[in-house]
């Protein structure tokens, strides 16, 4: 099928080559003329005897152009050289004056190289050890705030559990007490009560020996005197009770706390929290980067390949079992994962044979990613749960994600880590886990504090391991480097931006759907907008979702169940 005028357009919306009158894409450089060259040119620089034996790299390896700065001695001169024993940049003239005589002089372009690659390297330090040693330090604060939380609650726990206690034995020993006054208390009355009946009974007997003694006394009865011997009976003896006595309780608030425990100041010197030597950083720093030195020696190898000046359709296949496909992802054997809005996940081969088919609480977004290991990883956001499934079809859990729904998710070609896009109420962040499942990292604002996504859609791993991630309710493509730091953000080409499914290839690019415009954006792994690859001029249906395989093919797949391949690099 031909190209259209305004495909043909759009491809040259590219790095443009530096020659002159050439329009094609330069991704090389040449550091002795500072201007990018295309494949063409670049062949041709190298056979002009004036510019054969120039530095001519890819691009993304290109030197910096040394700034131009006026001598002010010499203003009609620009300051090139650089005297060793001054330290100070000379124009060509300065460096022949009787002060710099027998100096050491060097071009100083060479010397703003070396420079730019050691604050380069320091940069790559701050980036590599310095962010990540201290959010690893302040990951452990975080932990730490959790876990003195977690024991001082359980300290007020039992110590309310200890009151508690107290209260419950001091309401048992006063209700005894109390019990016991009430014992005794009868006890006492009723001996009194006694005591009582006693004299009671004695006054009565005296009453009526008295009225006996008045009978005796009269003088009708006086013989009765002589004839009765007068006896009183003694006064009956009673104990008098002896009251109880009550003896205070004597305690002192150190009583009491001795009684309910209490919370000791350690005496224990805390810790310095350990520091990772930049010299022995952690085994998933020296992972990461060597398999990004790795990937960027693959890169290298391929010096050779560029842009295609037009893009050429490969194939097309159905994919059985699903209705379309919204999500393509590439397993280990080379194999295709597509998915569509229902659930349904299915594996084919290149030719669009069914293999494998389940169903997922998944929908139209980027939920599932094929390992380096051959495993399938998929999430389910309704129960907050990410499954994997091992090329022997068992299923298990494999990280719960807490509060968090995860939607998107991508396993890391670089190291195997796996990036997961998630979302709870109005937030979403991007968070990283090793490949066993430990989390490693979070991503959810930028330096200002602002939030960096919104929904996140779709995700992808760049080859300098770059994150990716489509944000559809931004509508945005929002890149961070591996620390999380952001690197830049793309909005689209139109007034309205609907970025769907996203990948990157083996040059670090970065294709995106956008689905108000039905177009595959293709831009460089700096965020620069290169062509619209694809559009529906060139029969695609709204498409959804992209992958590149290893033999550089784009898959892309529509709203139909159609996946169309396509050859772009050359």
């Given at each position: 099928m031909a190209e259209s005028s305004d495909e043909q357009a759009a491809m040259q919306q590219y790095l443009v080559c530096g020659a002159e009158d050439c329009q094609k894409n330069g991704q090389f450089y040449c550091n002795a003329c500072h201007r990018p060259l295309c494949e063409q040119c670049k062949d041709q620089h190298e056979k002009t005897p004036n510019t054969k034996n120039h530095e001519i790299v890819l691009y993304r390896h290109h030197k910096h152009q040394l700034p131009m700065e006026k001598c002010q001695h010499h203003p009609t001169r620009n300051k090139e050289l650089f005297c060793r024993e001054c330290s100070i940049p000379l124009c060509s003239k300065c460096s022949i004056m009787k002060e710099h005589k027998g100096h050491d002089i060097d071009d100083l372009e060479e010397i703003y190289a070396d420079k730019y690659a050691v604050w380069q390297g320091e940069f790559s330090k701050i980036q590599k050890y310095f962010l990540p040693s201290t959010k690893d330090l302040k990951a452990d604060i975080e932990e730490d705030v959790t876990e003195i939380k977690k024991i001082m609650k359980s300290f007020r726990a039992s110590i309310m559990a200890e009151a508690e206690s107290l209260k419950n034995l001091v309401d048992v020993v006063t209700s005894e007490s109390i019990e016991n006054t009430h014992t005794m208390e009868k006890s006492l009355l009723k001996m009194l009560k006694s005591q009582e009946t006693t004299y009671d009974d004695y006054i009565a007997y005296l009453w009526k020996m008295s009225d006996e003694f008045q009978e005796y006394l009269s003088t009708t009865n006086q013989k009765l005197l002589f004839a009765k011997t007068l006896k009183i009976h003694p006064i009956p003896e009673t104990p008098k009770p002896v009251p109880p006595a009550f003896t205070a309780g004597r305690f002192s608030k150190d009583d009491i706390t001795k009684l309910l425990g209490k919370v000791n100041i350690p005496s224990t010197k805390p810790e310095k929290r350990k520091i990772q030597p930049m010299e022995a950083e952690s085994a998933h720093m020296k992972s990461t980067e060597k398999q990004l030195e790795q990937s960027k020696k693959k890169s290298d190898i391929k010096q050779t390949m560029s842009l295609s000046s037009s893009v050429t359709k490969v194939r097309e296949y159905s994919v059985p079992g699903v209705d379309s496909v919204w999500h393509i992802s590439v397993d280990k054997s080379g194999r295709l994962w597509a998915s569509d809005e229902k659930g349904n996940l299915v594996q084919t081969d290149l030719q669009g044979n069914l293999l494998r088919k389940i169903k997922t609480s998944g929908k139209g977004q980027g939920y599932h990613t094929a390992t380096q290991d051959g495993d399938l990883i998929y999430t389910d956001k309704d129960k907050k749960v990410i499954y994997r499934m091992t090329p022997d079809k068992k299923i298990t859990e494999f990280i719960k994600t807490g509060d968090w729904a995860p939607n998107t998710i991508h396993s890391s070609r670089i190291n195997g880590d796996i990036l997961v896009g998630m979302f709870k109420d109005k937030e979403a962040k991007v968070t990283r886990y090793s490949k066993s499942g430990k989390e490693i990292q979070n991503i959810q604002r930028d330096n200002k504090g602002q939030d960096l996504y919104i929904?996140?859609?779709?995700?992808?791993?760049?080859?300098?391991?770059?994150?990716?991630?489509?944000?559809?309710?931004?509508?945005?493509?929002?890149?961070?480097?591996?620390?999380?730091?952001?690197?830049?953000?793309?909005?689209?080409?139109?007034?309205?931006?609907?970025?769907?499914?996203?990948?990157?290839?083996?040059?670090?690019?970065?294709?995106?759907?956008?689905?108000?415009?039905?177009?595959?954006?293709?831009?460089?792994?700096?965020?620069?907008?290169?062509?619209?690859?694809?559009?529906?001029?060139?029969?695609?249906?709204?498409?959804?979702?992209?992958?590149?395989?290893?033999?550089?093919n784009l898959y892309v797949g529509q709203l139909t169940n159609t996946v169309k391949v396509y050859k772009y690099l050359q």
């Open positions: 929904y996140t859609y779709y995700i992808k791993e760049n080859i300098n391991g770059d994150i990716c991630t489509s944000d559809i309710n931004k509508q945005e493509v929002v890149v961070v480097n591996k620390s999380g730091q952001h690197r830049f953000s793309y909005t689209g080409q139109g007034s309205m931006f609907g970025p769907c499914g996203i990948c990157t290839d083996v040059l670090g690019h970065i294709l995106v759907c956008d689905g108000v415009s039905d177009t595959v954006d293709l831009l460089d792994q700096d965020g620069r907008f290169l062509s619209f690859i694809l559009s529906s001029q060139r029969g695609i249906k709204p498409p959804r979702g992209v992958c590149v395989d290893d033999e550089n």
